[in-house]
């Protein structure tokens, strides 16, 4: 049974930063890609960063630079650090994780809520 459980989120000031963490159980983490996606409301989910088995990482245009997406294998933990966070950042994130071949089993986290002030 693979389960994720996030933590880190809360509110800050627009400027800041905050470190957002992801616990994946289970034997799989180290073979998947792993990934950030985050859903505010009345918008659709959206992908953030991701960062492959061999430590290839992606970003959306709109967080590279300011995001930074890491993994340490030994703790089965993902990391996601946001820095120059700004009001519009402000959402629901959640932690995901591909893993398999296609089709890929699929997994995601019960999200975490950023919430940035101006």
């Known amino acids: 049974q693979v389960q994720l459980v996030e933590s880190g989120g809360g509110m800050v000031q627009a400027g800041g930063s905050l470190r957002l963490s992801c616990v994946v159980s289970g034997s799989i983490f180290s073979s998947s890609y792993l990934a950030w996606h985050r859903q505010a409301p009345g918008r659709q989910r959206e992908f953030l960063a991701g960062?492959?088995?061999?430590?290839?990482?992606n970003y959306v245009d709109s967080v590279k630079g300011r995001f930074t997406i890491s993994k340490d294998v030994a703790k089965n933990t993902v990391y996601l650090q946001m820095n120059s966070l700004k009001p519009e950042d402000t959402a629901n994130y959640y932690c995901?994780?591909?893993?398999?071949?296609?089709?890929?089993?699929?997994?995601w986290g019960q999200g975490t809520q950023v919430t940035v002030s101006s």
């Open positions: 960062i492959g088995s061999g430590g290839y990482t």
């Open positions: 995901y994780v591909q893993s398999g071949v296609h089709p890929y089993n699929t997994y």
